[in-house]
């Protein structure tokens, strides 16, 4: 008589010997919580991708200056330092303001740090109104300068317009596109992969085909097509959902070979031919043993193409065929930094990109981690 | 191997036949035909617009006719070698990239040259000292080049090499050799100005295949054979270069398949922030200004080049490796 706990727990690797108790009765999703912990980088990235998300919800109160007000008197400031230390005396955090010198013979700017202008930071100060989410309106901001001061941690762009604010709002847009872009993505290769896999024969053969022509394209230049395509006198919501779905259009393919190949292995696996001998139809042995048999790689191969649709949007956005002005995105705010230039003469306009190395680095730390503990029995 | 190739050359058929058809549907995206918006463009910078020239151009693109006919029209044209006027340079679209094609499989070319001796390297070094600081060192920077988006990283070079050396790096020709013909000292010249592109659009690729070399060559490490071979007394070098190298390089022929495509797709980008040369500020501009002549044809170039490269790659591992041949 074959007890069902010793069964698992001996098939069990040895370094789980330990644990066998807890690990025989474990759920399959909490073998995998505890496989990617041990990951310690995937972790900490899921907190930085909590961050980063958690900013882009909370943009405009997070905000201390509206992204479009262009402040004429900082124009192409630098950073501003925050301090504490005034006259050997520690006060509540403030800045200094700036006195602005201009060389006619150049029409550059030069910005000076000038100690008789003080701005106190205060928190939940009022500021800009705004509605949080469409749906609560208020003044509130995390920080402020007090009256009618500025504030600009990152400094200002070419126009006068606050860095972090425009960052934080950028992050809405350049965040959420790689989220909607998998969305659609997974739709496409779960179906796509899925028939291909299920019916097999000349359909699969064709769909194979299909995929590695459109994977032999060079994405870019074809990226670059459809963008250009997109009508200029279009809505902004519309162009941003025409380059989401222009930038998903080759992501569903990796997605859609992992879906087949596992398709095609579980389809002859022991317990998915018990399932179907005791007449089950089809549809309810996906939905009940495949779907959760494959689910964790798929969420795998999800995670590890978000960055590539966050890079293309930038790419596409900075060549000024994506997204455009006023829409803010990671890579309009690049458009700023497009030569040499204006990158020596502004440096700190370059700081997007700071922001885009942490998320896509991000997403391939936490990818990495899934693909690790996708399959926990491994 | 000869079965093989020709099975391979005839597999490219529907590819290419794909390929076609995207890009003319590319081109035949914007609304009206190209020829209307070429009017409309002459019309407002008020020069005159020939009539009979625009009739007898619209005979020869069948503009009036369905779509399958005007797509013959333009693809049987393609074959032969008229890949049409640019309409925004007024010349056929064959003389405008030339050259520029040639360079951009010329960098191609060399790009994924330097991205193979580099990660051949450096995955053979990380995967020896495995965990060493070389090693975190290593995969660190890899990491950093795969998140840093290409044009970035021109910008950034470029910066440096302008606040370090005082020197602008833009371009593939200092302003003396721009336009002259072909000489040494020309050739010279472009080997000067190259090697920033090409770190610029290896960088990506190299970070991924560092991670595939080193991976491969720990598991083949562990293998007995190699733990028998270094038990037995062989040096440490050929214990690793006479078989387990030559096991683990197998599967870096089989990347040129995806390396191609990134590393086109990498030019076109990083040559419009460098202002190079070569198809990518070309291909950039007739999309910017609508010339879908010109994008059309470039962007069926383009993916003709990756599609002959990869068949390049593929034939190259069915003679490393007899395996494919027979599958």
């Given amino acids: 008589m074959a007890d069902p706990q010793v069964e698992i727990g001996r098939s069990a690797p040895a370094e789980e010997a330990g644990q066998t108790s807890t690990y025989a009765t474990a759920s399959q999703w909490q073998l995998i919580r505890r496989k990617f912990r041990r990951h310690r980088l995937a972790v900490v990235s899921v907190w930085v991708l909590v961050l980063l998300y958690g900013m882009a919800l909370f943009a405009q109160f997070l905000s201390p200056h509206d992204p479009f007000e262009f402040n004429d008197k900082l124009v192409g400031a630098p950073p501003m330092r925050v301090r504490i230390v005034e006259d050997n005396k520690l006060q509540r955090p403030f800045v200094y303001g700036y006195k602005r010198t201009v060389d006619f013979a150049t029409m550059r700017r030069y910005y000076e740090v ?81 028939i291909s896999g299920l019916v097999g024969g000349v359909v699969d053969d064709v769909i194979q085909r299909l995929i590695e022509i459109i994977r032999s394209f060079p994405t870019i230049p074809l990226w670059m097509a459809l963008a250009a395509i997109v009508p200029k006198e279009w809505p902004q919501l519309w162009v941003y959902f025409g380059i989401t779905i222009i930038v998903s259009l080759i992501g569903w393919t990796s997605l859609a070979r992992v879906v087949r190949g596992k398709f095609l292995s579980l389809r002859d696996d022991d317990y998915v031919v018990a399932a179907r001998l005791s007449g089950g139809g089809n549809a309810w042995i996906i939905r009940k043993h495949l779907l959760p048999a494959f689910a964790s790689h798929v969420i795998a191969s999800l995670t590890l193409a978000i960055p590539a649709m966050i890079l293309a949007e930038t790419a596409l956005s900075f060549l000024g065929l994506g997204l455009r002005q006023p829409f803010i995105s990671w890579g309009v705010l690049l458009q700023e930094a497009q030569n040499v230039r204006s990158v020596a003469l502004m440096p700190w306009v370059f700081t997007p990109v700071l922001f885009i190395i942490v998320t896509v680095l991000a997403f391939n730390f936490v990818g990495d981690g899934m693909r690790d503990a996708a399959d926990p029995y491994a | 191997m000869a079965t093989y190739i020709v099975r391979r050359v005839f597999y490219m058929i529907p590819t290419l036949l794909v390929i076609s058809f995207l890009s003319f549907l590319i081109m035949q995206a914007p609304p009206g035909d190209f020829l209307t918006s070429y009017i409309a463009e002459l019309s407002a910078s008020g ?281």
């Fill in chain 2, 47 to 327: 020069e005159q617009v020939d009539l009979e020239l625009v009739e007898s151009l619209r005979a020869t693109y069948g503009l009036d006719e369905p779509w399958y006919v005007q797509y013959w029209l333009w693809i049987s044209r393609f074959v032969r070698g008229d890949f049409g006027t640019s309409f925004e340079w007024n010349v056929p679209v064959r003389e405008l990239i030339g050259q520029r094609l040639a360079l951009t499989i010329f960098i191609s070319m060399l790009t994924l040259l330097f991205t193979w001796i580099v990660a051949l390297a450096i995955g053979v070094y990380s995967a020896v000292y495995q965990y060493s600081i070389g090693d975190y060192i290593v995969t660190t920077i890899g990491f950093l080049g795969l998140a840093t988006p290409n044009f970035m990283l021109a910008l950034i070079l470029m910066y440096i090499a302008f606040q370090v050396f005082g020197i602008s790096v833009g371009g593939l020709f200092s302003p003396d050799y721009t336009n002259a013909p072909w000489t040494w000292g020309k050739f010279v010249d472009l080997m000067k100005h190259v090697w920033i592109p090409v770190i610029v659009i290896g960088t990506a690729g190299t970070a991924s295949l560092i991670r595939v070399m080193r991976a491969n060559l720990l598991d083949e490490l562990k293998k007995p054979y190699v733990v028998t071979a270094q038990a037995k007394g062989v040096p440490a070098w050929r214990a690793l270069f006479k078989y387990p190298f030559r096991v683990a390089i197998n599967p870096f022929l089989s990347t040129i398949g995806w390396l191609l495509p990134a590393l086109i797709s990498g030019d076109i980008i990083v040559s419009v922030v460098l202002s190079l040369q070569t198809t990518g500020p070309l291909y950039y501009r007739a999309l910017l200004s609508q010339d879908m002549f010109l994008a059309g044809g470039l962007l069926m170039l383009l993916a003709i080049l990756t599609v002959i490269g990869t068949l390049l790659s593929d034939i190259l591992l069915a003679w490393v490796d007899p395996r494919v041949r027979y599958e």
């Fill in chain 1, 114 to 194: 000038d100690p008789e202008t003080k701005f106190v930071i205060r928190f939940f100060a009022k500021g800009f109104s705004y509605e949080l989410w469409n749906l609560f309106p208020t003044d509130r901001h995390l920080l402020a300068a007090e009256d009618g001061g500025y504030l600009h941690l990152l400094g200002t762009d070419r126009l006068g317009r606050d860095m972090v604010a425009r960052i934080l709002y950028g992050a809405r847009a350049s965040l959420s596109i790689g989220l909607v872009g998998v969305l659609i993505s997974f739709v496409l290769g779960l179906v796509i992969g899925g």
